[in-house]
């Protein structure tokens, strides 16, 4: 069974860090790109941050870009998402994600793609405070 397990929200104040967990079990992510989404209450679920297979190439949401960074263990099948300079908007339930890429290299546009992605995790729920 294919999982995706985040770990690492929480309520912290403006200004704050946090760094974002994601174990993945159930096959080898090795060759898939790796990412996050989130969603804020009543607002469509948005990219965030994504890292290919490699780690090598690393794409932001222009919002998180320069507070942000996206990292992966591929020994660890663990992806993780550092953020600092917390900012109230930056407040969702942040899901991990992983697309197949098969060690392939895309841009920006279909790593920002929601359908692109074919495991999801449940959630983690990070809340900033002014």
């Known amino acids: 069974q294919v999982q995706l397990v985040e770990s690492g929200g929480g309520l912290v104040q403006a200004g704050d860090s946090l760094r974002l967990s994601c174990q993945a079990s159930?096959?080898?992510?090795?060759?898939?790109?790796m990412g996050w989404f989130r969603q804020a209450p009543g607002k469509e679920r948005e990219f965030v941050a994504v890292v290919s297979w490699s780690g090598r190439t690393t794409y932001y949401a222009d919002s998180v870009k320069g507070r942000f960074t996206i990292s992966r263990d591929n020994a660890q099948n663990t992806v993780y998402l550092q953020m600092n300079s917390l900012k109230p908007e930056d407040t969702a339930v942040y899901f991990c994600v992983s697309a197949r890429t098969n060690r392939q290299y895309y841009g920006y546009t279909w790593y920002s793609g929601a359908g692109n992605y074919d495991y999801w995790g449940q959630g983690t729920q990070v809340t900033v405070s002014s």
């Open positions: 159930g096959r080898t992510f090795s060759s898939d790109a």
